[in-house]
């Protein structure tokens, strides 16, 4: 399964990227984390319903001193996966 989330709210300047590396990791997830310049976070992510489910918990959390205001996932399809490998962060230093 491949969703697409993209998370609103005070998400950016909070290491919710790395969080969200941390998670996905641990749940043997493949995709990339990415900051947009709406200031959201976007993130492309394949593996297992409970994984997907798993992930998408935390990040209707997300790490302290965050703020989530809306978490959206779109389905994607299965050829979305293609590429995707270890999850890892887009745009970091």
């Given at each position: 399964m491949v969703r697409h989330f993209l998370v609103r709210g005070r998400v950016q300047g909070v290491g919710f990227r790395w969080f969200v590396q941390r998670e996905a990791s641990e749940l043997s997830l493949s995709g990339w984390v990415r900051?947009?310049?709406?200031?959201?976070?976007?993130?492309?992510?394949?593996?297992?319903?409970?994984?997907?489910?798993?992930?998408?918990?935390?990040?209707?959390?997300?790490?302290?001193?965050?703020?989530?205001?809306?978490?959206l996932e779109h389905a994607l399809a299965e050829s979305e996966a293609e590429g995707l490998a270890a999850f890892r962060i887009e745009g970091a230093w």
């Open positions: 900051n947009t310049e709406e200031g959201e976070v976007e993130l492309v992510v394949s593996g297992d319903a409970a994984g997907l489910d798993e992930l998408r918990q935390s990040l209707e959390k997300g790490p302290r001193g965050s703020r989530v205001d809306q978490v």
